[in-house]
């Protein structure tokens, strides 16, 4: 294959080029499908996964040489010249990954005066030191008497007897916060501490004072909650009917925390549930021979990355893992590139898709009580505990993509049916779990309690899961594709999809980069549910990413547009967010858009790799808006590739 030329301009040589592109692009793709049926691509994340994997298994004592020679070499790959980790390409430099990344390099026979780590210390000091990391950087430098345990904020086990209505009881939490909390609270209240092999002294700065800033009625209330929750540590060990209860909460705990653990040995899908539900359990006597801690131990492996590389090989540890979010955003993208509703790849996708329902109970159903279970998708291989709705939306759109002959024998008959049968179910739990305001969240109906990030313990990452406006829009577009755009359902997620509108016409992306993602997944949505294009929010939606289009024609948007309103819609053009735009515009655009199009397609085109899919370094994913992103490997091809799809075909929607 040879790399797409430049187009001179014209919509002749647009559409040729395009189709062009499209073509490798689908070949490249239907290449990475597995015999099974499904995709995956790398999840990838910061270092900090890999340094606290180094920091687990020297607490655990199961650390090798061969592991953390292999982690160090991409912990030491991903530096960068002043010293410091990012938890993005291109990120500010962020304290608490230098910190642990540091730690971990410490721990891998790094010497403090080492150039490269004599960098990092330097800035490290600079920045405040370890005393001005977040709690749960704190938490692991507590474990190896790094820090006093006296000095983070207190989260007592007995929280786990808090009823489901009570301020702060565990379903208040985000269903990913309350599967780490539960297990913290067992480990903050044991306060071990196993000393590593090196001091960190050199880490050591005088802690700055507080001052007023930020100081409201909130603040004070739940720093006096801490303030009672820490005389309240002290005197459990002094009080025969507190360390009673205290012993009690504990072992409820670690019934709660073994009930959740997925058949490959995780928690939830996820790195930090994982880590300290193995560290919780250990500590309350389960041995490193006993089922639960050996299956957890040995289902990180799935999740461990080994590459060769000049210098030796290198290990680095996968937050999460998507392959149902991967799978059915590639039968749409393929159907879109115009595939046959009876490919047979998109069958072989939909046959295992199908087997990855989850029809059990879960926690969602805390708040959803009369939702029957059934009918829902997780993110993971492994989190049947916790279908989640974006994944549930994108099936069902995906699963109409595909046909099987209903008298053609072979079980075609059956696969149909089933087919029929999951998506009514995936209707009904999404239509469930429709929150009070009219949106969606990912995990949880009415997850919005505003208390639990007011706890000094929780200073990093979103520990709730209110609607959202990309989630809410995935799952009209998925109840619009069924034919319910009519629904009270469907017409009370418009109606907040309205409302949550930005001022400049574009829409916040809880979970993908940024007001980019949140505009190229509403538009489409509006319209499937009957929002005509010539309507004001459509018509300020479009001028928004006509205008913030890149001279070169593609769209990018810097992670900094979390923090920075003035990075909203602007940064280096990559391959998923011009497809996100084009997906937009396609959806809803008038004659004066086209050029806009054409330019975005053209963008597409010249910036496709020989192989047929595109480079694109930059993460756009998003897991908490100001503390932790993902580059999804598969994006920069499955959104190029449906992109390209609908052009090429005059569709602007899923259908």
Known sequence: MTVTQPLAGGQADTTQTAQRALDQAVNHLLGLQHD????????????????????LREFLRVRTPDQTAAAARWIRSCQREDGTWANFRGGHADLSTTVEAYVALRLAGDAPDAAHMTRAADWIRASG?????????????????EWPWDELPVMPPEMIYLPAWFPLNVYDWACWARQTIVPLTIVCSLRPVRALPIDLNELQVPAASTGP??????????????????????????????????????????EWIIARQERDGCWGGIQPPWVYSLIALHLLGYGLDHPVIARGLAGLDRFTIWEESPDGPVRRLEACQSPVWDTVLAMIGLADAGLPADHPALRSAAGWVLDEEIHGPGDWQVRRPGLGPGGGWAFEFDNDGYPDVDDTAEVVLALRRVTWPTSAGGGSEDRARRGQEATARAVRWL????????????????NTSRFPARLPFCDFGEVTDPPSADVTAHTVEALAAEGLSASKAVRRGVAWLLRAQESDGSWFGRWGANYVYGTGAVVPALIAAGVRPGKPPIRRALAWLVSHQNPDGGWGEDLRSYDDPGWAGRGESTASQTAWALLALLAAAGPE?????????????????????????????TGFPGDFYINYHLYRLVFPVSALGRYLNGKGGAG
């Not at 739940?222 to 504990?250: C, I, N, Q, S």
């Not at 239509?431 to 009415?446: E, K, L, N, V």
């Not at 858009?593 to 756009?620: C, H, K, M, N, Y």
Request: proline share 2%.
């Open 213 to 254: 800033a930020g100081f409201d009625g909130w603040s004070a209330v739940f720093g006096g909650l801490d303030r009672v929750l820490h005389r309240y540590e002290k005197r459990v060990g002094g009080l025969a009917p507190a360390r009673a209860v205290r012993t009690a909460a504990m072992r409820r705990c670690a």
């Open 593 to 621: 858009e086209q050029d806009s199009i054409d330019r975005g397609v053209r963008w597409l085109a010249q910036a496709q790799r020989s192989d047929g899919t595109w480079d694109e370094p930059q993460f756009t994913g």
């Open 431 to 446: 239509t469930g779990m429709q929150s009070r305001d009219g949106g969606w969240g990912a995990f949880d109906a009415d």
């Open 129 to 145: 030191g370890i005393s001005a990391t977040r709690v749960f950087t704190r938490i692991w430098l507590a474990l190896f008497g």
């Open 36 to 55: 099974q049926g499904w995709w995956q691509g790398e999840l990838e994340t910061n270092v900090t996964m890999d340094a606290e994997d180094l920091l």
